[in-house]
């Protein structure tokens, strides 16, 4: 029944706002992109491996083509305003700033956590640059290590999550 690749059927966290929320309007976005974070036995022993980095800017480019076709405008942040971040998604309000000041409207970007080869834990955060308020966020548990896993994933969090509109009873 549960092929590989295949999203589990349930969502970690929906959405910041309540079910009500009218979807982002499009506009200008700094693109943090997707920070990966290996906690795998096989991490620790193998380290980092060239098909997840891959995988990682592949999702990150799915991730930008989406936005961009949704009418986003994504540019990313400068290196060296980042280089004392180590992860965009807990900067204690740095990605905020640093979108603020290039004259973002939002800021996005993402996790990974690869718990082992066949479990990982993805999600996406779309905050207000202004106020560093997160807007919309929300995270799924995938299984695989591919690249459709991951495309399924994200398309998932990007269709019912960040997007959702409000539902007509």
Avoid: C
């Avoid at 079910?19 to 022993?45: K, N, V, Y």
């Avoid at 740095?94 to 973002?104: E, V």
């Avoid at 997160?134 to 991951?150: K, Q």
């Amino acid at each position: 029944m549960m092929r590989h690749g295949l999203i589990l059927a349930f969502v970690l966290g929906l959405t910041a706002l309540p079910a009500a929320a009218q979807a982002p309007e499009p506009g200008r976005a700094t693109w943090f992109g997707l920070h990966f974070i290996d906690t795998s036995t096989e991490g620790q022993i193998n380290g980092i491996r060239a098909d997840e980095t891959a995988r990682i800017a592949a999702t990150e480019a799915f991730i930008a083509e989406d936005l961009a076709a949704r009418g986003f405008v994504l540019t990313a942040p400068p290196p060296e305003a980042v280089a004392r971040i180590r992860n965009p998604v807990h900067s204690n309000g740095a990605d905020a700033r640093i979108a603020r000041k290039m004259g973002s409207d939002y800021v996005i970007a993402g996790e990974v956590q690869k718990v082992s080869n066949l479990i990982q834990s993805i999600n996406l955060h779309l905050r207000d640059a202004e106020t560093g308020r997160t807007l919309r966020a929300g995270s799924v548990e995938i299984r695989g290590n591919t690249d459709e896993a991951f495309r399924r994933g994200y398309g998932y969090l990007l269709r019912n999550v960040i997007f959702r509109e409000e539902r007509k009873e």
